[in-house]
């Protein structure tokens, strides 16, 4: 059964960082393309940013460009997202997601974690 579990979120400063991390369960992250998605409040779900299993080609949406970093470890089977410069706009419950039937994550995923809550105050 594949699992998807996020931790990591919190409340933090504008300007502030935070890890999030995606633990997996039932399949390899290295088969996989591996993505969060974001949901603020009243808004509809976005992507943020997705990895490709096999070569670890990465995607960002514009507006976390050169502030986040998503990674992975074949290892713990858990992808990573660093955010750092953070800002209010990006208050957002973060999601987890997965599909095996596309590399680009933003094409359409088909297995979701739970979400983790990420406040950042001004």
């Known amino acids: 059964e594949v699992q998807l579990v996020e931790s990591g979120g919190g409340l933090v400063q504008a300007g502030g960082s935070l890890r999030l991390s995606c633990a997996a369960s039932?399949?390899?992250?290295?088969?996989?393309?591996i993505g969060w998605f974001r949901q603020a409040p009243g808004k509809g779900r976005e992507v943020v940013s997705c990895?490709?299993?096999?070569?670890?080609?990465?995607y960002y949406t514009d507006s976390v460009k050169g502030r986040f970093t998503i990674s992975s470890d074949n290892a713990k089977n858990t992808v990573y997202l660093q955010m750092s410069s953070l800002k209010p706009e990006d208050t957002a419950v973060y999601y987890c997601?997965?599909?095996?039937?596309?590399?680009?994550?933003?094409?359409?995923?088909?297995?979701w974690g739970k979400g983790t809550l990420v406040t950042v105050s001004s």
């Open positions: 990895i490709a299993g096999f070569d670890h080609d990465t």
């Open positions: 039932g399949f390899t992250v290295d088969d996989y393309a």
């Open positions: 997601a997965a599909t095996n039937r596309t590399w680009y994550c933003y094409l359409g995923v088909d297995y």
